[in-house]
């Protein structure tokens, strides 16, 4: 059997069950993707804007010098939370659960494999997530030593307090729940593809979920060792007398962390050049050379951790810098579609594409940063100061969350059937892009200017009061984006407007069934169009044109 | 070693060649905003979905800029002390077979102490107020080695205006090599997070001609009226 041959399905379809189901036990208990999808989505969105409200009053804390808002253990432990939350159990969840509702629909498969691991898979992250938070009701407050946790700090010998043991728990859980989801996902992705679909059909937003979830597998287990180390350093924390296990760790916790960088990017990668074709009304310009950076890209990914090591004096700085460098050229690819893509198109400007097109510009601030702290000699000057906060809010929040909201805005309405309100969700685009721009721009200077990161105050001398304003008062405007986003959601759905099956013009084989999309994804009234590329629905569209 | 003539140099540089490619890039994007909207265009200013020259030029164009800047990132390295640090001191004036001037810093929560080799002199302070901060007195015009270690955890010896940094950690010792060609003091900073107070660990790092140095080591303070 050759690669491209059709493959048979593995199951037969399932006649269409004569109600769905929709009670608690219902979702809670399902075996359908786009349910564990939705909880995985809706859980980690959630805990955004709870996450998002402790970095609120961490800007308050440091909109000027000597605030008294937070005391500095309670603000250690709000930024050790906002970091972790965010990255474990926002982020991440974003990038895995997205993949999860969409992948199955856009390769033509009924279920993701495995179901019940993946509900699992949720399970475990909800467990985690409420297990690391719960941190906050023991009497010495959350875990405080920073999201990546570096012993001999996070021992109990310097921190001790049960905060440190349920997020050491949390992680671990939520981190084996993702690593499970992520796993089915690959797996669905590679061997339940319609006829037709062969991997270089597939869209490209499956492909960069296949290389986030490659990542996935080949780092998240290095994190379970790294809460093993950890929880071994909470019983006998003797062990952190060594300076082996102390660099150890950080050589084991950043084997993990680096990849998971670019799991938290690369699905918005994908999320953008969809929005981009579909709202320029082309086909995504240079798919194979994307493909292709994607793997190379998330290949190359395991080779970098050391980059946040280069001011240890126990890192082969030169190495990690090569590799590091090395990472532009198919993060360079990737823009070369975008810009293709903007230059070869007809474009119309709905929500989705408002983000999906701030996405280049204030990624590219997070990419170019990042050859600069990728050089050593520059490293040593900014790695561990406000500049490395800049620059990877710039990725993260600046770049990646642009890219969700442009996934967002343009699968709700397949995901619910419902439209949302137009001029609102623009509104929270407006707020966004000056927003981050506003909170994030000045920590460059901040951290050019001497302040370190992680401080819970700073005296007036230092100087740093004018740009630390102009910081917190973006979050401002970053809180009122929210605000309204949330609004917008709970409109659509108290006040509903049907959405239809196709509102965008989709050319990817979700847009092809019924919005939201029946249990087994497609059914007789909604069968599954041919798939001859990777845009199967414009290749229908332009058969009719010629008929 | 002149950490901040490097960092100026690298950083400098690289700033032109980001604001360069930012510019290029939000010009295209912005370009095709209003040229390309659909009300503006009856059909599509180009239909190829891939041309596979264009992209492997640029692929190739991507690979020298890749190797343009990992030369500049590891030949300056290498001007500094990365892994060889006697021989970059002998380039800043050290005859063959001297030692540089050993400065023993330890960090600890929450605050810095320096010991002399070879002297009773001891720095030290509590970091709870500017007026606690130690002052880690070396000497002007000679290299100087830090050795740094921690008591307790991890912290980072940073001083911003020299735009260097090195870590130190329990149970290991970080070497920092680097010249003072001039009499001043710099404010550095603790920038690896370590604890409640980590906020406080300030300290400075004054040099002084190497008379007045001699005279610390001896009495274990500076003497009166000197260079500031």
Redesign the interface.
């Known amino acids: 059997m050759t690669a491209t041959e059709p493959r048979a399905p593995l199951e037969q379809p399932q006649p269409t069950p004569r109600r769905v189901r929709t009670t608690v036990l219902a979702w809670a208990t399902s075996t359908d993707h786009k349910r564990i999808g939705l909880l995985t989505l809706g859980t980690a969105i959630v805990l955004m804007i709870a996450i998002g409200a402790l970095a609120l009053t961490m800007r308050a804390q440091l909109a000027q010098p000597q605030m008294d808002v937070l005391s ?2 309670r603000y ?1 432990q709000f930024f050790t939370i906002h970091g972790t939350g965010m990255i474990y159990l926002v982020m991440t969840p974003f990038a895995i659960g997205l993949g999860l509702y969409l992948v199955p629909l856009q390769i033509g498969a009924p279920n993701v494999a495995a179901p019940r691991t993946t509900m699992l898979g949720y399970w475990l992250y909800l467990g985690g997530a409420v297990t690391l938070l719960s941190g906050f009701a023991t009497s010495s407050g959350a875990a405080d ?2 999201w990546y946790a ?1 012993p ?2 996070a021992s109990t010998r ?2 001790p307090g049960p905060g440190v043991d349920l997020w050491i728990a949390g992680v671990a859980l939520a981190g084996t729940g993702l690593l499970l989801m992520a796993a089915t996902v690959l797996w669905t992705a590679l061997v339940k593809r319609a006829k037709g679909m062969t991997l270089l059909r597939m869209p490209v937003f499956s492909w960069s979920v296949v290389a986030t979830n490659l990542m996935v597998i080949g780092a998240f287990p290095s994190l379970l060792v790294a809460m093993g180390i950890l929880a071994a350093g909470r019983v006998n924390p003797a062990i ?4 082996t296990w ?2 150890g760790y950080q050589h084991v916790f950043w084997f993990f962390g680096h990849p998971v960088v670019y799991v938290m990017f690369f699905p918005f990668v994908g999320a953008v050049a969809e929005v981009l074709a579909v709202f ?10 994307t493909v292709v950076a994607l793997l190379a890209f998330a290949a190359l990914s395991m080779s970098v951790w050391g980059h946040h090591m280069f ?4 890192a082969e ?2 190495y990690y ?2 590799t590091s ?2 990472l ?2 198919p993060a ?2 990737e ?2 579609g975008f ?1 293709a893509t ?7 400007f709905p929500t989705p594409m408002l983000f999906a ?1 701030a996405f ?2 204030q990624f ?2 997070g990419g ?2 990042g ?2 702290i ?5 490293d ?2 900014v ?3 406000y500049f490395i906060v800049g620059h990877w809010h710039y990725t993260l929040a600046a770049g990646s969350l642009f890219g969700f909201f442009a996934g967002f805005y343009y699968w709700f309405p397949k995901a619910t059937g419902l439209l949302l309100r137009e001029r609102m969700a623009k509104a929270h685009f407006w707020f966004w892009l000056v927003g981050t721009n506003v909170t994030f721009l000045p920590m460059f200077w901040l951290g050019l ?2 302040m ?8 007036p ?1 230092d100087g740093f009061g004018t740009a630390n304003l102009i910081a917190t008062l973006g979050s401002g405007l970053l809180a009122i984006g929210t605000v309204l986003f949330v609004v917008d959601v709970v409109v659509s759905v108290v006040r509903p407007r049907r959405a239809p099956d196709d509102p965008w013009g989709g050319f990817t084989l979700e847009w092809a069934t019924s919005s939201p999309p029946p249990p087994h994804n497609f059914d007789p009234a909604h069968p599954l169009p041919p798939v001859r590329s990777y845009a199967p629905l414009l290749d229908l569209r332009a058969e009719e044109g010629r008929a | 070693m002149d ?1 901040r003539g ?2 100026d140099q ?2 400098g540089l ?2 032109w060649i ?1 604001v360069g ?2 510019v290029l ?2 010009g ?2 912005l ?3 209003v040229v ?3 009300r503006r ?1 009856d ?8 041309n596979n020259p264009i ?1 492997i030029t ?2 190739v164009f ?2 020298g ?2 190797a343009f ?2 030369w ?3 030949s ?2 290498h ?2 002390d ?1 892994g060889d640090t006697l021989a970059v001191a002998q380039q800043t004036g050290l005859a063959p077979g001297q030692q540089p001037v050993r400065v023993d810093v330890t960090a600890f ?1 929450w605050c810095w102490s320096a010991a002399y080799p070879g002297s009773s002199t001891l720095v030290s302070g509590s970091c709870a107020t ?1 007026a606690d901060r130690p002052v880690i007195v070396v000497p002007q015009g000679r290299p100087v080695e830090f050795s740094l270690t921690s008591r ?3 912290h ?1 010896f ?1 001083i ?2 020299l ?5 130190a ?4 010792v ?2 920092l090599l680097m010249t003072f060609p001039e009499t001043g003091q710099w ?1 550095g ?11 406080d660990m300030d300290f400075y790092v004054r040099a002084v001609p190497p008379d007045q140095y001699q005279a610390f080591l001896q009495t274990g303070a500076l003497p009166a009226g000197a260079a500031a």
């Not at chain 1, 320029?280 to 050379?289: D, N």
């Not at chain 1, 990728?374 to 520059?378: E, K, L, N, Q, R």
């Not at chain 2, 059909?43 to 891939?50: D, E, G, H, I, V």
């Open positions: 500095p253990d250690n030593h920073g570096y001999p700090l310097f921190t952190f007398s060594d300076n102390n660099i320029g009304a082309r086909r995504y310009f240079g798919y194979k050379g001011s240890t004096g126990q700085n030169d810098s090569l460098i090395l532009l050229v360079g690819l823009y070369f810009l903007l230059l070869g198109g007809r474009l119309r097109v280049v510009p590219l601030i170019l940063t050859i600069m990728a050089t050593p000699v520059v040593y000057q790695t561990d100061s200017h001497g370190p990161r992680r401080i819970a105050s700073y005296l001398q | 950490y490097v960092f690298v950083f690289q700033v980001a490619v930012f890039v939000t295209l994007l370009g095709a905003l390309n909207r659909a265009r059909k599509l200013p180009f239909a190829a979905s891939q992209e640029f692929a991507l690979g800029a890749a800047l990992v500049l990132s590891l300056n390295n001007k500094l990365y929560q500017p307790d955890v991890v980072a940073w911003p205006d735009a260097v940094k090195r870590d950690y329990p149970d290991h970080n070497t404010l900073r603790c920038s690896e997070f370590c604890g409640t107070y980590h906020m």
